[in-house]
C-alpha cells in the first residue's frame, strides 16, 4: 500500500492525472481510496464549504489555518489511518504540504506555526510521496479562465487571491519539494497527462510499490 499526496496551483492537472493512475490501479487489481482534503470526511466537506464560498465567511489567516487543520485531523483518523491499515493505497488530492504553500507561503504566517498544526493534525501521519504538478502562475491563471468559459463555474475565495499569492505558493511547494527529494516527485505540468502518468509509474515501479 502507499499513500499518495497530489498537490500544485489551481488547474495543474491533478485530477486528471489521479484519475489515469487510478484506472492503472483497477487495472493491476490494486485497491485504492479517492480523497481530497479540505474534505473527504463529512465534516470535512462541511469545512470545506466555508472555507471556499466567497460570501459571508471571511476568516482571519490563523482561523483559516485551524479550519484546513480540523478537517485534516478528522481525515487521517476516519479515512485515512483506516484504510492504509487495511492495506488499501490512498490518494489525496491535496493535504499537509497544502498548509505550508498556502497558509505560510501565502498568508505569510510563519512555517514552524503551520509545520506544528501539519504535526498536531496529522499525529505524524506523512505521505510516502507527494507529487508536485508544476505549472507558472499564468498559466494556472489561463486554465483557470478556460474552465471558467467552459463549465460558468466562478472561482473560489482562494483561487480569487492576488498572482502574488499564488507566486509565493508555487515558490513554497517548489522549496519543500527540493528539501526532501526521497518524498517528493516534481512533474512538469506542461506535460500531457499521459507523460505525466508515465513519469509517476517509473516512479512507483522504482520504489517497488507497483510490479512492472
Ligand atoms: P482544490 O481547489 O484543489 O480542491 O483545493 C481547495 C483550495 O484550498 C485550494 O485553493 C488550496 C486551498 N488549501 C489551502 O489553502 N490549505 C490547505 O491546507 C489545503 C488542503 C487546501
Redesign the pocket.
Known sequence: MAFLVFEGL?GSG?SSLMRVLESELSRRRVIYHHT???GGTPLGEEIRKI??CKGMSNPVPRA?LLL?QAS?AQHVDEVIKPRLAKGEWVLS????A??VA??AG?RAISDQDVLTLNQFATAGLTPDLTILLDIPVEESRRRQAHRTAQTGEAS?R??SEMDEFHERVRQSFLKQAAQDKKNWLVLDAYQSTEEMLSVLLKALKDRQWLGS
Do not use: T
Open positions: 489551481d491533478k481530497r482534503e479540505p472555507l471556499l483559516e484546513y485534516r488530492d491535496r493535504f499537509s497544502s498548509s498556502f497558509q501565502g473560489d482562494i483561487e
